[in-house]
């Protein structure tokens, strides 16, 4: 391990805060996150950045036989909803019942995070999508795409952590990829944190609420 593990989300995403600083944003900053554990991170980042904080949810397409193997992702903003399919993996047999159980899913949490809330507006501005790390990079990359459907300024990937080859790939598809530890020695994202319990709907709902009392009306 070349550096020491992140405290937490929170400290994680301080530090990714500290090194996005080190650049100058459009005033019409949005920070976008990947809900759940993207969601504590982003928080930092928008609070220490005086972003505007919202989420993208996205949703990995795991292959029937085997979860954790990403068939691809699937990604939304409002009713348009994004996929990517990894062909080496994807089963169109399987695709299919897959991928409606996820977009289920992916419409829940768009409700249950944003309730009534307009979507926001991502064209024409700078757009950070935030994550707790990348993994394979496949929900990231279903988010970049879906994001880019709305023509934003610029978009950027910020992460605490990358595995492997995930930031490499990323640079594929994102204007830049921004990342505190480039780890392609570990094996899963939570190996880059002391603490790295499930975030809730509850934590995330309140550190939304939160972002958006502290930002008031908004003309999104």
């Not at 301080?14 to 005033?27: F, G, P």
Request: charged fraction near 30%.
């Amino acid at each position: 391990m070349s550096r020491e593990r992140f405290r937490d989300r929170r400290t994680a995403g301080r530090e990714l805060a500290a090194a996005l600083r080190e650049r100058s944003w459009r005033a019409d900053l949005l920070v976008l996150a990947l809900p759940r554990g993207g969601v504590p991170v982003a928080a930092e980042v928008a609070r220490a950045l005086s972003a505007e904080l919202d989420v993208l949810v996205a949703r990995k397409l795991g292959h029937p036989a085997q979860p954790e193997v990403a068939m691809g992702a699937i990604a939304g903003i409002g009713d348009i909803v994004e996929a990517v399919e990894n062909p080496a993996i994807a089963d169109p047999r399987a695709m299919g019942a897959v991928r409606a159980a996820e977009e289920a899913e992916l419409r829940r949490r768009q409700r249950t995070y944003r309730g009534a809330r307009p979507p926001v507006r991502i064209a024409g501005r700078s757009v950070l999508l935030v994550d707790d790390g990348l993994a394979t990079g496949a929900t990231m990359r279903a988010a970049v795409a879906a994001a880019r459907r709305e023509d934003p300024a610029e978009l950027v990937v910020a992460v605490p952590v990358a595995l492997g080859a995930a930031a490499r790939v990323l640079r594929q598809d994102a204007d830049e990829v921004v990342c505190v530890w480039d780890a392609p020695g570990l094996w899963a994202v939570g190996s880059a944190y002391e603490r790295f319990d499930q975030t809730g709907d509850d934590e995330v709902r309140a550190l939304l609420s939160e972002a958006w009392e502290r930002e008031g009306p908004t003309s999104s």
